[in-house]
């Protein structure tokens, strides 16, 4: 009786409904609202062991008008992954491709369309990992660099370093950031 109240109360205080079906080749996820005006949203993927299919939108009942909705397609292999996702509402479409180089390191690309503007972006990226560095580099074509470089030197405790630097921005220096973590 009382898990039930529980549940019952626990529901309320969250103000939102949450249903989730879970399958080794499918997942629906749904949540609604509870207040006088919900949103609605409504996500689902179709996989099989390497092409991922999957959407999600979002609906406001208040102005009868859908705030989100995306679609994609994605392929998975050992070495490589790629993907196909259409965003912001129909707005733009990206298209991104993932390649291991070894088990340690990974290059990616992106570009967007943006069909409203006509605009166009282009990034590249690497990632490397050895048991205790992890480098990450971006460079994009509005002209950013952005580099983070992280290294465990004691069980648990990491040194990071990151560096940023828009090369179109002529009167802002580089941002540089260092972090130091310890745990006993």
């Not at 705030?67 to 993907?83: E, V």
């Not at 006509?118 to 950013?144: L, M, Q, W």
Request: glycine residues 4%; contains cysteine; charged residues 20%.
């Amino acid at each position: 009786m009382f898990e039930k109240l529980n549940l019952l109360l626990s529901i309320c205080l969250i103000s939102q409904l949450d249903v989730q079906y879970l399958h080794p080749h499918a997942a629906i996820d749904s949540s609604i609202g509870l207040n006088p005006s919900p949103l609605l949203e409504f996500s689902a993927t179709i996989s099989s062991y390497e092409l991922y299919l999957g959407g999600e939108d979002g609906f406001d009942t208040a102005s009868a008008s859908f705030t989100k909705y995306t679609a994609g397609i994605n392929l998975n292999r050992p070495d490589f992954s790629a993907a196909l996702l259409l965003t912001d509402k129909g707005q733009a479409l990206k298209a991104s491709y993932i390649h291991s180089v070894n088990p340690f390191t990974s290059v990616a690309a992106e570009m967007a369309h943006r069909f409203s503007t006509y605009e166009n972006t282009f990034t590249i990226g690497s990632f490397h990992a050895d048991p205790f560095t992890v480098v990450k580099t971006r460079f994009s074509d509005n002209g950013k660099v952005a580099m983070p470089c992280q290294r465990e030197w004691r069980p648990k405790s990491q040194l990071t370093f990151s560096a940023e630097y828009d090369s179109k921005a002529m009167k802002a220096s580089p941002k540089m950031g260092l972090a130091l973590t310890l745990k006993p």
